[in-house]
């Protein structure tokens, strides 16, 4: 394309005016024309349009700018496509030697005549490229939008952009994504419609496979707009009619425990319903870095299947807003951040803090995707992360094949595997509507559990089957957690011997202190009647599940807060949830930006 310089539109080197040129009576025939392509849709057509008669809208906006300001209205609203500051620039431009800028107009124009720009609910910018076979949707701020932009660049127009003409390109799209353009919301790798669940396949064509209650399709250029990164690598290519009895000799789970990890898998093709949380444990060579990497095949394959410890919670947050599947391998422990910031993004919420280089911006991520974790110990101990969370212990591993045996193996079953799994969901999918769980039994994963009673079904076990195994699976990790907080087992311990009491919060703490054990170290101990009291309103769902009630006042009397510690029937049923936990705060993020 040919530099957008008004110079260029003549090859008489005299100093000509609009009015030596072009006669006045053809101003309005061309903006006519000029609306009228616009009002098409046309973009590239109004450019071409534009060129011959630079001069007269130059001339029009130079003699009657409140005219030319109406116009440039009716062409803005006509068509999203085309940039009104483009056309400012293409008619007057600011200098004839800004050759980078005038490069950027250009690539932005024709970048907007081959995409269709857009934006979501928090007015983030992203652009679907359109193709005869196939739609891309990606963020205009993404690497890969940039790479198509420098492809553009260098087979339209013959140039190799610098990263400056990117940015300012990426800048002018996205100004018009954001304000000129229809919203729509974006989804990662899972989504649903009214017609069914959508899972992207991951492949060149931008495929995506639909699961109803009867059945599941391949199908290209879906609905709904799925987004990817450079990262997203393809699922396996689904053989309908296959068999999940190879994925039991690939992964080293328990018989016991392989319903409650076929949920899981299940659960991670759903976008409208909380996630669980899946924790591997099991000692060094039992499998679970592959086992692992394994099962993310099937939910989620990217180019990094496994992360190691996150930093710091915006680590978190910015590994679940760039994949559907947060993995992290190798834990020795979590912190209390770090365990509410997996809470967030398995039940979905958001992180806010100040974007760097400003002093009143603030910056957000949203995530709501499933998680997987594995290490030698269990690391999930916080009730309220525990709560959420499937924990399997990976046993012995006494028969070893090698890598490469294990790599042939995965690439010849994942075909029928993958089949298997999405013959299950929508089976699943057909039986879910009739799964009756009385309220007051419904763990505070109800959807999981729902939809695991009807998978176990499809599969021929009894009605009330996979309920029973949760809700013991639930009763463990109870356990579990209260053994990790002294305090936690040092309540249990004083009702398990048969007292109760009744009384103030620092009458409590002193009893409770008298009985600690000489071992316990101290910076695990409350020092405080507030300390004892948070730990009882933190513990007091998983106690509750053991029979034991932790009550606190929230009302101070004359001698201080009361509180009571005693025993009570056991309940499994669905605990309050904890306020908070949906939106964390730290000092930067740092956003980058195009």
Known sequence: MMNMDISTLTNDDAELTPEDVLPEDLTASAQTELLALAQAGDAPAFWRALKPHALLIKALKDDDPGEYQAWRAEIKKACSKINVASMDEFINPSGAGDASGSQATELADLAAGRC?????????????????????????????????LAWLAHTEMGAAPSMETLKSSCNALSGTAKFDSPEYEPHRRVAKDDAGYWLDVGDDKWSAILVTPTGWKRMHKPPVRILRTKATRPLPDPISGGSLDPLWALVNVPEKDRLLVLAWVIECFRSDTPYAVLELNGEQGAAKSSGQTILRLFVDPNQVALRGKPKTVEDIFVAAANAHLVSYENLSGLSNDQSDALCTCSTGGGYAARQLYTNGEEATLTA???????????????????????????PEIRHRRTESEIKADTNSAAPGIMGALLDLFASALGVIPSVVIPPDQ?????????????????????????????????????????????????????????????????????????????????????????????????????????????????????????????????????????????????????????
């Open 116 to 148: 269709e720009l857009w934006h979501d609910a928090d007015g983030d910018a992203y652009a679907t490229i359109t193709g005869d076979d196939h739609n891309e949707h990606w963020r205009i701020d993404s690497a890969g939008f940039r790479d198509w």
């Open 368 to 394: 709501h995707c499933p998680v997987v974790l594995n290490g030698i110990s269990p690391v999930v101990l916080r009730p309220d992360l525990l709560d959420r969370t499937v924990s399997i212990t990976l």
């Open 442 to 594: 419904r763990p505070r994963m109800a959807d999981f559990a729902l939809l695991g009673e009807a998978i176990a079904r499809v599969q021929g076990y009894p009605e009330g089957h996979f309920l029973q195994i949760y809700t013991e699976h639930r009763r463990a990790a109870i356990g579990r957690t209260i053994d990790a907080s002294p305090i936690a087992a040092a309540m249990a311990d004083y009702v398990e011997r048969g007292r109760r009491y009744t009384g103030t919060v620092k009458g409590l703490l002193g009893e409770l202190t008298a009985r600690k054990p000489d071992t316990e170290r101290d910076e695990f101990w409350p020092r405080s009647p507030k300390g004892l009291a948070d730990a009882m309103r933190r513990y007091a769902p998983a106690l509750r599940q053991m029979g034991i009630t932790a009550r606190v006042d929230n009302i101070r009397r004359m001698d201080g807060i009361h509180c009571e510690l005693g025993k009570q029937p056991a309940d499994y049923s669905r605990q309050p949830l904890d306020p908070g936990n949906e939106v964390h705060e730290v000092h930067e993020v740092h956003a980058e930006e195009i």
